[in-house]
């Protein structure tokens, strides 16, 4: 009788948004993939955040009560955890190496605050942030030779990791496949037509993170001419109440004609917000990959997006692209003011796929990480 092999995953931390994700779709990925001979244990913040009943949990809801705690677990609980589960292979997704048993050993590393260039602003507005910034890149190298692979979602996080670590093996992995036609060469998407019935809308899907730079583009709504303020609005999925970035954007802003602060958004909710929407817009500084470009071009959104490495690689192949400086309010005030008079011509992209080692999605992945166990 073949002996049952054993993949055990690791993300106590991820509870919501773009990470938990991550984590639902590689389970999923896992379940679908893998042969019926691998057991698959998860563990999880809640059980309840993993609905595959091929996936067993166990849950470790005082996880995120503090960095103490979290290293506890990584380098002392689970080491335990592994002597009894005897893994054959142990994937950490939340960047940390931890220290188990296992016959092989692999790290999913998303988070990129160790390569951002702080300004004391963010240090103000979100310490943790700043904190992140400066001892995360710490916390990737201890231990990170235990593993076999290490994991990135973009080629420039790859680079930065052979350079920072020495890693003889980094694999780019994108977290879902985005739409590679991306949005259809409309008249729609040549130039956003404007409504005679209600404003044109721009969603921005961010948290309130200093990094996301929500900032610059509630300074280009102040900055519309009167004419075309009325002809478009910008959505930000924020209260203004979450931390102090956000009660500094909500208190600078929440006046200017045409920003709306709708709040956090249910899983449904941002569906129809996405539906809703004529164009989607997304200036943040740093991601490792930026999920809400792929979610807008699956639903065939025209684009405004940071002209960084992660947003050309994220976009990928589109017909329905404008790139801007992040940074740049005066950019992005222009491009709102030719979205309002109907005259602002989205570009396209062509891209191709990252040179291997590559995973396109979460199937191909997992055959890398179980290749010869």
């Known amino acids: 009788m073949q ?100 016959r092989r050993q692999a790290v999913y590393c998303h988070n990129p605050s160790p390569f951002h260039k702080l300004t004391w602003r963010d240090a103000r507005l979100e310490p943790s942030f700043a904190l992140f910034n400066l001892l995360y890149g710490r916390l990737y190298g201890a231990f990170i030779l235990r593993n ?94 979450e931390n102090p970035y956000a009660r500094d954007l909500y208190r600078r802003f929440s006046s200017v004609h045409g920003v709306q602060f709708i709040g956090r958004q249910t899983r449904q909710q941002m569906g129809e917000a996405y539906r809703a929407c004529d164009v989607v817009v997304f200036p943040s500084r740093l991601e490792t990959w930026g999920l809400p470009i792929t979610e807008a071009k699956a639903l065939n959104k025209p684009l405004l997006v940071a002209d960084l490495p992660y947003a050309h690689e994220t976009v990928g192949s589109c017909s329905a692209v404008t790139f801007l400086p992040a940074t740049d309010v005066q950019a992005w005030a222009k491009a709102f003011e030719q ?12 891209r191709a796929a990252p040179e291997a080692p590559f995973a396109a999605d979460w199937p191909q992945l997992w055959r890398l990480l179980t290749e010869g166990l």
Request: charged content about 20%; overall charge positive; proline content about 8%.
């Open 339 to 350: 979205i309002a008079y109907g005259q602002h011509a989205f570009g396209n992209q062509t």
């Open 148 to 241: 076999q692979t290490v994991v990135v979602q973009q080629a420039w996080l790859r680079q930065a990791f052979k350079r920072l670590y020495r890693h003889p093996n980094v694999v780019v992995a994108y977290p879902s496949r985005p739409d590679e036609g991306g949005p259809a060469p409309t008249q729609t998407h040549a130039a956003v037509q404007l409504s005679k019935s209600r404003p044109l809308v721009m969603l921005y899907p961010a948290l309130p993170r200093v990094f996301k730079n929500t900032e610059v583009l509630c300074e280009a709504m102040m900055r519309l001419p009167p004419a075309a303020r009325g002809a478009v609005e910008l959505q930000l999925t924020l209260s203004g109440t």
């Open 3 to 102: 002996k049952q092999k054993h993949v055990v995953v690791s993300a106590v931390n991820f509870s919501e948004g773009g990470p938990l994700t991550v984590l639902q779709e590689s389970l999923d990925g896992a379940a679908q993939c893998l042969p019926v001979d691998w057991k698959i244990t998860a563990l999880v913040h809640s059980k309840d955040l993993i609905t595959n009943p091929r996936i067993e949990t166990l849950a470790f809801p005082q996880s995120k009560r503090s960095w103490l705690k979290r290293l506890w677990l990584e380098w002392v609980v689970f080491k335990r955890i592994s002597i009894s589960l005897k893994p054959d292979l142990w994937l950490s997704l939340h960047d940390i190496t931890p220290r188990v048993k296992a």
